[in-house]
């Protein structure tokens, strides 16, 4: 009897990670990006992620997100201006000054409708560009949300910044007037008028009593505006167990680079929280 050949079934290929320059109104844009390998007909809604504003910052953080979340629906990292290999902004700006050109971005790309991912100061960025786009911006994803209280923003501002002894590079300036705007701007009295859908997640990270103000006043928020404005949600272990196991699973093998653990546990609740379900993000 004939030796029959072994059938091998067809292995889901990641999306491929790519990079792009485009324009911006402080000059080019780098992007880090992923789309659907069959071209992105019947896609989910665009996902936009935004870094942490911290000196060094750049949308590369979210290479392994872009690979896993790309699959069904195009992803976008870009590094804000003045970090990773963006074109910095020539005078100091105001957040509302980054996140128009986020949006400058969005023009280009000519997306009608899109979903933020903000981590960290990140969040502050998606609060500002979904405030100034409500009719683009549906939803908002917030992990680790820095709505320090007066003492702990004392404490943070009394830290000495990193000199070129103590670092093996000085960081720009313009990355400093980043931390700057974000130092002043008032999210609190932000938060308070989104009327996207709004999931903050709070892993358990040193903004983690930070990020409990800030899911405790987008729910006020959304009480205030009823079924249709902002919603908070608790990144619960049941939570977790009931998002896409796919996807989780495959987001803890990729992430075992020690240096990114806190990343790795922002995403993963991400992904299988707020991602998982893709009629949710529809």
């Known amino acids: 009897m004939p030796r029959g050949s072994q059938t091998r079934l067809p292995v889901e290929a990641l999306p491929r990670v790519r990079r792009g320059y485009f324009e ?4 080019q844009l780098h992007v880090h990006n992923a789309m659907p390998p069959g071209g992105g007909f019947e896609e989910g809604t665009p996902l936009l992620c935004l870094h942490d504003l911290d000196l060094g910052g750049s949308g590369r953080v979210f290479t392994r997100l ?13 590094d804000i201006p003045g970090f990773g290999e963006s074109d910095p902004p020539p005078s100091r700006p105001a957040l509302a000054d980054y996140a128009a050109a ?4 969005l023009d280009t790309m000519r997306l009608r409708h899109a979903a933020l991912l903000g981590l960290r100061m ?3 960025l998606a609060a500002e560009l979904a405030l100034a786009r409500p009719q683009q911006i549906g ?23 990193p000199t070129a002894a103590e670092s093996p590079f000085r960081p720009p300036q313009w990355q400093r007037w980043a931390l700057e705007a974000a130092a ?11 009327t996207q859908r709004l999931l903050v997640l709070r892993p358990r990270d040193d903004l983690s009593d930070a990020t409990a103000r800030a899911r405790c006043g987008a729910g006020s928020a959304g009480e205030r505006a009823g079924s249709a404005g ?4 608790r990144c619960r272990t049941a939570a977790h167990r009931r998002g896409n196991a796919r996807v989780s699973a495959r987001l803890k093998g990729n992430f075992r680079d020690p240096s990114h653990t806190n990343v790795h546990g922002r995403v993963t ?4 929280s707020a991602y998982g379900s893709d009629a949710q993000w529809r």
């Open 24 to 27: 911006c109104r402080y000059g």
């Open 66 to 78: 872009l690979a896993v979340a790309g699959q069904d629906r195009s992803v976008y990292a870009p």
């Open 102 to 105: 986020l949006g400058d971005f």
């Open 122 to 124: 990140g969040a502050l």
């Open 139 to 161: 939803r908002v994803v917030m992990v680790s949300v820095p709505l320090l209280s007066e003492v702990e923003r004392k404490a943070l501002s009394a830290v000495p910044a």
């Open 184 to 194: 002043h701007y008032p999210l609190r009295e932000r938060l308070a008028k989104l």
């Open 230 to 233: 902002a919603r908070a949600a």
């Open 269 to 272: 609740h991400f992904i299988s």
